[in-house]
């Protein structure tokens, strides 16, 4: 399976700044996602990340909130822009990979807004 | 996305067989089933998927119904590493993954 690796493995922030999360992959892969799992509850798709196009966001989520770039075929950073406490959550990064197009998961990091 | 229904926990003595259901009725012909497991707060780990023919691999076995409207995720030999929401997906391969609540498996000596 593909190897993803994210940056910072956690955080806590003030709230009113920005994080930004990194997320690496040892292959190259078309499709990246990000997900959000707030305290207690199952993951929930924040957008989808195709290189060489803008990204796509699922209904609730706005680019101004959550912007993501997807510089080449290993990386993409999720950024959390103006936090407040309802943001502290594990988010994750995901690929599509080999050849039945399986979805695999970062480790995630959690995020503390105080 | 087909939806799934699947117990919100069960639990499993350590050594046996964990078997854990769910429920796909709405699923179409072009759609897969696909398990993950989440171990407290880490990244979903990929289990197996199926179309419509039984599936095995070192990790579990994945038993489809014929009429493709159940499957049953088992773990042959359960151990307290096992413990984990196990998620039931279903889904076409060119889709998004959505997450239901999932079972929570809890094993124990």
């Known amino acids: 399976s593909a190897v993803i690796s994210q940056k910072p493995s956690r955080d806590i922030c003030q709230r009113g700044t920005s994080l930004t999360i990194q997320c690496q992959v040892d292959?190259?892969?078309?499709?990246m996602f990000w997900y959000r799992q707030q305290p207690g509850q199952s993951l929930t798709l924040i957008a989808t990340a195709n290189q060489g196009s803008e990204a796509t966001y699922e209904s609730g989520f706005v680019i101004d909130k959550f912007p993501i770039s997807r510089p080449n075929l290993t990386f993409s950073t999720l950024t959390v822009s103006n936090m407040s406490p309802e943001d502290s959550s594990i988010y994750l990064c995901?690929?599509?990979?080999?050849?039945?197009?399986?979805?695999?998961f970062g480790p995630g990091t959690r995020l503390t807004v105080l | 996305d087909a939806k799934t229904t699947q117990p919100t926990s069960m639990d499993c003595a350590e050594g046996r067989a964990a078997n854990l259901p769910c429920n796909h009725s709405t699923i179409s012909g072009n759609e897969y089933v696909y398990w993950y497991r989440q171990i407290h707060s880490q990244g979903p780990q990929y289990i197996i998927h199926g179309l419509k023919n039984n599936e095995t691999n070192e990790m579990a076995s994945l038993i489809i119904t014929e009429d493709r409207k159940s499957s049953t995720l088992i773990l042959p030999h359960a151990t307290l590493r096992d413990t984990a929401v196990y998620y039931c997906i279903v889904t076409g391969t060119a889709s998004k993954l959505t997450f239901g609540t999932g079972t929570r498996l809890q094993v124990t000596l």
């Open positions: 995901s690929v599509k990979w080999g050849s039945t197009d399986t979805q695999y």
């Open positions: 292959s190259q892969v078309t499709m």
